[in-house]
């Protein structure tokens, strides 16, 4: 299930610990137990965030022994920061050339 980067990526980075997850694994690979250390957050909310970042496509697995290390893929992350990029100029041009819409 691949995802619209404009709308769903925010929305599932808007959780506070998906978005700290998402941070440690931008950093390196980590597996549940390494993720449980460094947020607080209990196992199992840790694994169903694991689930739904893996399903969206942000993040791969890649077994190790009896462990599963998770990745953070740096083409949606790319994707969103181009997205966000290209509002910021629209904004900048608007900003410059005072553009409104009339009102009724």
Do not use: F, W
Request: glycine share 2%; hydrophobic share 40%.
């Amino acid at each position: 299930m691949v995802m619209s980067v404009e709308n769903d990526v925010t929305r599932l980075l808007a959780d506070p610990l998906r978005a700290r997850i998402v941070e440690l694994l931008a950093r390196e690979a980590l597996c549940t137990c390494h993720l449980v250390e460094e947020t607080g957050a209990k196992q199992t909310n840790v694994s169903n965030h694991l689930r739904v970042l893996r399903e969206s496509g942000l993040v791969e697995t890649e077994p190790c022994g009896r462990y599963t290390y998770y990745r953070l893929r740096p083409e949606p992350m790319r994707a969103l920061a181009s997205h966000y990029a290209e509002l910021a100029a629209a904004a900048e041009q608007t900003r410059s050339s005072d553009v409104r819409r009339a009102c009724p």
